[in-house]
């Protein structure tokens, strides 16, 4: 039988080639040590093209390829069949017991079995092949089947198997490694450890153990090294797999990698999977631009429908998962049966980090006055990853002041000045001039090994604040929350509003026991409401960066979509990406375009998106952490029910400044911008002159523009390139109020109305 690997046109070639190979044997077997001729590709071309009318049709190119493809492959064989004739020989050298008689009868009948093959008869092309004239044999006996000496088949080489994987659990992480993650392992042993550990109690009780446990949360929150951990925690047989890997090209292969998989499990059983990143494989299937990922899902499901304890002598297969998007998994994977248990793995809060940062830093020494909780407070939104490479960067820094070090006593070892350039090595020319990348590796290279010890070795608050500055967090480089550089050194003015903002979110944010201890636990949300250009949105900015939370920007049309849900939807993820991130302020700039007033006038998907809203700010799905802050311009066209207590309840309007705030806000501008200039009389008496009457934050930032232009227009034609009285009066005859006084009334009149 040609090999299976075989097909098409060197499958015929084979047998063909095979067919000449049998002639050639018994024309010669007469001859003693007759070994089987060599054919060349040019002899069998010429063989087929004379015998064979369907491959003599075949171009000459592919078919000499196909005939040096099989001649090849015969070669091998040939050796394989010569190593084991050889070991057959070495085996009938030693003494044998004597064959029994129905051990003779069986040779016998064996003998039977060879097929002669007179009837085919031997083509006269052999002759052209081999260089001599062929023989035919017509004795009923010849065969072209090999035997062993007992009359039996030789055995047929045996196909390469690959070496079983290694299924015990890690052994160099451990639960005990892991930190801030409390909640999931309490998750983990509930539903699984205690299955697994007393499966008879379990059966006994008919007690339905979780076949599917699904971690999820943003990169680098830690799924995978928990899966780890707990697996080598456990102590059963571990697979781990990356979905994409069970992915094939051909139709049905990948069908049949996880139908593998779940066998290997079932036969180690008890035993636990490991699936990462699982939604690269487990789409919706409504989505799904191929049959092909449809099957997927529905073997994926199948399989684990398959795995009853009952179906496995009382043991377990449990499968984790871990994605970074539930959402776009199917959702008859996550129903109860499959993976009925899931776990969130957001952004660590600051009692996480400080716990995460502990257990990293467990082997490091640490200087005295390291404090734990301070760079957990500094380090909001940061996930196990980004701790980690803050771990990294303060131990560089470190490090780096170690080689600073070395390299000043180098320096001084040799009478060299260390701010110079010069070398070290006595083989280069000292009038060379060396960088000072080099003559820090020179020195580093001339410095003894005992001249760095550990103790000089030690982390202090210092690396780690340094470090905290130069690594950015993995969810501020996805688009989830960042901490604003806005702070209150940015904002002139609106002392009332900020006293009101302290209480309101800043406080129960930093010192939240005073809260709770009062009855104050659900966070209050906030509506800033006034004339265009008064610093609402920078006033929610300095918040955050006051109280250090996390903070996530809304644009109120952004929200928004034409098709049906899609609005709704972008609303609970918002909310959804600000509890994963609490403590987080999130804020909702034009919140008059999101929740219209629903007075019947309005479209459907308006209320739709006003009632979800709703339902979010009502904490249904505990909004805990989160602190809602609105802003806009148009209050009265607000839903009023969004403004009702323990929702928007605290309503803070935001004026037009007097002359003071103008003042105020006016030397702020420049003490932060431009800190060389100290001509603070004249700011004042531009904030206070009656021109600038109705002006808002804005138009004070804009005259200051427009000084500024006023200033290089006059520098180019004559006279000193600074801020001058004659540049601010420039700017007071361009600019005019933005908020027109009847504007301005109309907010005032809204107060009035009890709106504030």
């Known amino acids: 039988m040609p090999p299976k690997s075989l097909h098409g046109i060197d499958r015929d070639v084979y047998q063909i080639i095979r067919k000449l190979e049998d002639d050639h044997e018994r024309n010669n077997s007469d001859k003693d040590g007759s070994k089987p001729l060599k054919f060349t590709i040019s002899g069998v071309y010429d063989s087929i093209k004379r015998s064979n009318s369907s491959l003599g049709r075949l171009k000459k190119r592919p078919l000499e390829d196909s005939i040096e493809r099989v001649l090849r492959i015969r070669k091998e064989e040939r050796k394989e069949e010569d ?30 079995w060879d097929v002669p093959r007179n009837h085919l008869g031997t083509p006269p092309e052999a002759s052209n092949i081999c260089g001599t004239a062929p023989r035919v044999d017509t004795t009923a006996g010849s065969t072209t089947v090999e035997r062993q000496p007992n009359g039996e088949a030789r055995s047929k080489r045996r196909k390469y198997e690959k070496p079983k994987e290694d299924r015990t659990p890690p052994s160099d992480v451990s639960l005990l490694d892991l930190g801030g993650m ?9 539903s699984v450890t205690f299955p697994m550990r007393f499966p008879e109690i379990c059966l006994e009780n008919d007690l339905e153990a ?25 102590g059963v047989a571990y697979i781990p797999v990356s979905a994409p890997s069970l992915v094939a090209g051909m139709s049905g292969e990948s069908e049949k990698k996880i139908r593998e998989l779940y066998d290997e499990a079932k036969s180690l059983a008890p035993c636990l999977i490991f699936i990462d990143e699982i939604d690269a494989i487990m789409g919706k299937r409504e989505n799904a631009q191929r049959e092909m990922e449809k099957r997927i899902v529905a073997q994926m499901l199948t399989c684990m429908d398959d795995l009853a304890p009952q179906k496995l002598g009382g043991k377990f297969v449990v499968t984790l998962a871990a994605t970074n998007r539930p959402d776009s998994i199917d959702p008859a994977l996550r129903r109860a049966g499959r993976f009925n248990r899931e776990i969130s793995l957001g952004i660590p809060n600051e009692a996480s980090r400080e716990a995460i940062l502990r257990k990293m830093l467990c082997n490091s020494k640490v200087s005295s006055d390291f404090d734990y909780k301070l760079i957990a407070k500094r380090t909001p939104g940061f996930v196990g990853a980004d701790l980690k490479d803050v771990v990294s960067v303060a131990k560089n820094e470190m ?21 110079l350039d010069v070398d070290l090595e006595p083989n280069v020319n000292p009038d060379q001039n060396i960088s000072p990348g080099l003559r820090l590796h020179l020195s580093i290279m001339s410095a003894p090994t005992e001249a760095v010890s550990k103790d000089k070795l030690m982390l202090t608050m210092e690396h780690m604040l340094s470090a905290i500055e130069k690594v950015q967090p993995s969810s501020k480089r996805e688009g989830f929350t960042t901490i604003p550089d806005t702070t209150w050194a940015h904002i002139g003015a609106l002392h009332d509003v900020r006293k009101q903002l302290m209480l309101s979110i800043v406080k129960p944010i930093q010192s939240p026991e005073r809260f709770i201890n009062k009855g104050l636990e ?24 006051e109280s250090k939370a996390n903070f996530i920007s809304v644009k109120g049309p952004e929200l928004l979509n034409k098709y049906v849900g899609e609005s709704e939807r972008s609303v609970r993820q918002v909310f959804s990406r600000a509890r994963s991130s609490a403590p987080c302020i999130l804020f909702f700039d034009e919140l008059d375009a999101l929740v219209p007033r629903r007075d019947g006038s309005g479209s459907d998907a ?18 805990l952490g989160v602190y809602v802050v609105g802003a806009t311009n148009r209050p009265d066209m607000i839903d009023p029910a969004i403004l009702r207590p323990g929702r928007l309840g605290t309503n803070i309007f935001v004026d037009l400044p007097d002359a ?19 001509d603070h009389d004249t700011l004042e008496a531009v904030a206070r002159d009656p021109r600038c009457t109705g002006f808002s934050g804005a138009d004070i930032d804009n005259l200051h523009v427009a000084a500024g232009q006023a200033a290089v227009e006059r520098a180019d034609v004559s006279g000193p390139d600074v801020l001058t009285p004659e540049d601010w009066e420039a700017a007071l005859r361009k600019i005019k109020p933005s908020v027109s006084l009847g504007h301005s009334t109309k907010f005032r009149e809204l107060k009035d109305l009890g709106w504030d």
């Open 399 to 419: 490090v780096r002041a170690t080689m600073s070090e070395l390299a000043y006593a180098g320096s001084e070892e040799m009478d060299l000045d260390p701010e």
């Open 210 to 234: 979780t076949r599917g446990v699904l971690l999820h949360g943003p990169p680098g929150c830690g799924k995978t090294m928990l899966a780890n951990a707990y697996a080598a925690s456990l």
């Open 182 to 190: 409390d909640d999931a392992i309490r998750v983990l042993a509930e």
């Open 660 to 678: 003071d705030g103008r003042v105020d806000i006016l030397k702020t501008r420049m003490r932060r911008l431009l800190p060389s200039y100290t």
């Open 522 to 545: 659900a966070p209050s949300g906030v509506l800033l409401w006034g004339p265009p250009g008064c610093g609402k949105t920078l006033l929610a900015k300095a918040v955050a960066n």
């Open 606 to 623: 308006s209320a739709r998106v006003v009632n979800q809203l709703l339902t979010e700010l009502d904490g249904i799905n505990s909004r």
């Open 83 to 112: 190593e084991e004739e050889a070991l057959e020989e070495a085996s009938m050298d030693s003494p044998k017991p004597k064959e029994r008689d129905y051990f003779m009868l069986n040779k016998q009948m064996t003998k039977s």
